[in-house]
């Protein structure tokens, strides 16, 4: 049973006003809490980590499934509030750190083990996905409420206008599947935009094994960079018209038109 200290620092924190320069945006929606649970569906004995628990919306949920629980907030006041009302629960443990300069070796986590998830704040979802991205071997799989648009990049296949470099690049670590949407109202303050929740889980094997990474980047940022131009003119800076037909890709083709498995064949043919 909690102390009386311990629910007084969650009255706190529920009466934290929200914090612009950290996009703060708490979900209070009790039927879309449940249905990230659901999906989620934490196991006794797994290993979680929860990015900007916040509030604690999924917190204490996650808490009471058995896992153990890693909680990464960058808030002071937040992070202070969560500490003492998990203050002697040995299996939750609460970092005031910024995820971007996390260590998460850490946590201890076995390969294939870390569950993520998160509310990330739209100003950073990109670069936690990348950072995340750099640990992979780590995680068994990621759930995370973003900005619906960006989900729907995640998630793009070639054709679709929203695919580009962050689908792709998403797409060559993980499976993406887009689950259902949130709308604004569920959260306070409210934000401009609807939410989505995404699950990533990273590839046991990659299906299509590039010889560099930062190569397949440098490869398909170039593209998209001219995504209205052709094939052969947009790539021309870094792979000649006649290597992209002796690997029978159509240069006349725009960006989006191609695949991943075509990105990484062009990738390892410049890097031998």
Excluded: W
Excluded at 13 to 35: M, S, W
Excluded at 203 to 214: F, L, N, V
């Amino acid at each position: 049973m909690k102390s009386h200290a311990a629910s007084a620092q969650h009255n706190n924190a529920e009466r934290h006003r929200a914090r612009k320069r950290f996009g703060q945006n708490f979900l209070r929606d009790q039927g879309v809490i449940d249905r990230i649970i659901r999906a989620i569906n934490p196991l006794e004995n797994e290993h979680l980590l929860e990015i900007g628990p916040g509030q604690g919306a999924l917190t204490k949920q996650l808490a009471a499934s058995g896992s153990k629980l890693d909680c990464v907030e960058l808030d002071r006041d937040l992070s202070k509030h969560l500490s003492a009302y998990y203050q002697g629960v040995e299996r939750v443990s609460i970092y005031q750190h910024d995820i971007l300069k996390f260590d998460l070796t850490q946590l201890g986590a076995a390969p294939k083990s870390l569950r993520v998830i998160g509310n990330l704040p739209y100003n950073i979802s990109t670069p936690v996905l990348f950072y995340l991205l750099r640990s992979h071997e780590l995680i068994k799989d990621m759930t995370f409420m973003l900005q619906v648009e960006v989900v729907r990049r995640l998630a793009a296949q070639t054709g679709d206008k929203n695919y580009g470099r962050l689908g792709l690049m998403v797409q060559y670590f993980c499976r993406v599947d887009h689950l259902f949407d949130v709308p604004s109202s569920a959260f306070t303050p409210k934000p401009k935009v609807d939410s989505a929740i995404v699950r990533l889980t990273p590839h046991d094997e990659m299906p299509h094994k590039a010889r560099s990474i930062e190569s397949l980047q440098t490869v398909i940022r170039t593209a998209f960079n001219a995504r209205r131009k052709t094939l052969k003119n947009a790539l021309k800076a870094i792979i000649s018209e006649q290597e992209l037909d002796r690997l029978s890709l159509d240069s006349s083709l725009r960006p989006e038109n191609l695949t991943l498995a075509d990105y990484v064949l062009i990738s390892n043919t410049l890097t031998g």
